[in-house]
T-cell receptor, first 111, second 114 residues
């Protein structure tokens, strides 16, 4: 039973446009969410987080939105750059437990 | 400061053998977690160690085990290797327990079982 889902295995976006990566979860007990980016042959690197008490968190070109009633979060990248091409993982946790990761979405930003 | 270091980077083993992977966390980090990444499955949690004690364990068979030393370095062992164990094994460290702080990941060990 996959508690964190990323239903789009891949996404292609033109450089300069907005990239929207989606993540759905099933457990309403999740209270903290993270997004990680992963390049080939490297470990995932932390991008941005959001607590369940917020509905938006922004850091430069990256914004994460949380809709608790829909159990949905999304990562917006504006403007998208070729260097953003990577696999993006969302992760969620119940307080005191380890993070559960989604299967990832491969983003390709086309020049 | 140095990041999370995993050794070796690549490993090829034969079915039935055992393997030990090593992870050195960021200096000062006391929590080490291990994840298995396979295509289409994302990152599957194996276990977390904090101050030499296993705090959490994922849903993996007993062939997967680990330990943490007093200097916070951690090892993961897989015995009686199966073809399905071929994966990227990622180690992540955290200042406190991972649940509170999130992770910094290493580059991983790519294990191929033939």
């Amino acid at each position: 039973d996959q508690q964190v889902k990323q239903n789009s295995p891949s996404l292609s976006v033109q450089e300069g446009r907005i990239s929207i990566l989606n993540c759905d979860y099933t457990n309403s007990m999740f209270d903290y969410f993270l997004w990680y980016k992963k390049y080939p042959a490297e470990g995932p690197t932390f991008l941005i987080s959001i607590s369940s008490i917020k509905d938006k968190n922004e850091d430069g070109r990256f914004t994460v939105f949380l809709n608790k009633s829909a159990k949905h979060l999304s990562l917006h990248i504006v403007p998208s750059q070729p260097g953003d091409s990577a696999v993006y993982f969302c992760a969620a946790r119940i307080y005191g437990q380890n993070f559960v990761f989604g299967p990832g979405t491969r983003l390709s930003v086309l020049p | 400061k140095a990041g999370v270091t995993q050794t070796p980077r690549y490993l090829i083993k034969t079915r039935g053998q055992q393997v030990t992977l090593s992870c050195s966390p960021i200096s000062g980090h006391r929590s080490v977690s291990w994840y298995q990444q396979t295509p289409g499955q994302g990152l599957q949690f194996l276990f977390e160690y904090f101050s030499e004690t296993q705090r959490n364990k994922g849903n993996f068979p007993g062939r997967f085990s680990g330990r943490q030393f007093s200097n916070s370095r951690s090892e993961m062992n897989v015995s009686t290797l199966e073809l399905g164990d071929s994966a990227l094994y990622l180690c992540a460290s955290s200042p406190g327990t991972a649940a509170n702080y999130g992770y910094t990941f290493g580059s991983g060990t790519r294990l191929t079982v033939v």
